[in-house]
């Protein structure tokens, strides 16, 4: 339990969606739709495989009432703070006319980040840790050009 509340407080300093730096090795849009509608299949085909994998071994090493508080803990303390901020990143990059998707967006998010705690707890650096560093730099990693890991991430 010491490992999700380190996690949990590490991830209350993230800056959702709040870039103020541009990233070279970032393949970077603007558009929440063509994140959505372009990506998202790619998106799945590289995240799926992951999630099965670590599933498994989570399952086998935590099982699945850990499993699930580990969702259940990220997802009540990073609701309201990413809900925020994607309302504010929505608003400063002029996507307005781009609202609708909030809900699927948001939890792609809170998919991801609970992975990446899982990870942790397991002691495994893959590919939820990847994205969860990208969230650190304030992006929304969508997809990935190319096969995980060589390649580039695709981010809004």
């Given at each position: 339990?010491?490992?999700?509340?380190?996690?949990?407080?590490?991830?209350?300093?993230?800056?959702?969606?709040?870039?103020?730096?541009?990233?070279?090795?970032?393949?970077?849009?603007?558009?929440?739709?063509?994140?959505?509608?372009?990506?998202?299949?790619?998106?799945?085909?590289?995240?799926?495989?992951?999630?099965y994998s670590l599933e498994n071994t989570a399952?086998?090493?935590?099982?699945?009432?850990?499993?699930?508080?580990?969702?259940?803990?990220?997802?009540?303390?990073?609701?309201?703070?990413?809900?925020?901020?994607?309302?504010?990143?929505?608003?400063?990059?002029?996507l307005e006319n781009e609202i609708g998707l909030e809900n699927e967006m948001l939890?792609?998010?809170?998919?991801?980040?609970?992975?990446?705690?899982?990870?942790?707890?397991?002691?495994?650096?893959?590919?939820?840790?990847?994205?969860?560093?990208?969230?650190?730099?304030?992006?929304?990693?969508?997809?990935?050009?190319?096969?995980?890991?060589?390649?580039?991430?695709?981010?809004?």
């Amino acid at each position: 339990m010491d490992e999700i509340n380190e996690f949990i407080q590490g991830i209350k300093l993230i800056n959702w969606f709040n870039h103020d730096h541009s990233e070279n090795n970032y393949y970077v849009i603007s558009s929440v739709f063509e994140a959505y509608d372009k990506w998202n299949k790619k998106m799945l085909e590289t995240w799926e495989p992951h999630i099965y994998s670590l599933e498994n071994t989570a399952i086998e090493k935590l099982g699945d009432e850990q499993i699930d508080l580990i969702f259940a803990t990220v997802s009540s303390e990073i609701t309201d703070k990413i809900y925020e901020n994607w309302d504010n990143f929505i608003v400063e990059n002029h996507l307005e006319n781009e609202i609708g998707l909030e809900n699927e967006m948001l939890d792609m998010v809170k998919r991801d980040v609970s992975w990446a705690c899982v990870e942790r707890v397991l002691n495994i650096q893959g590919c939820f840790t990847t994205l969860l560093n990208i969230y650190s730099n304030g992006y929304f990693p969508c997809s990935w050009i190319g096969d995980y890991p060589n390649g580039q991430v695709v981010v809004l």
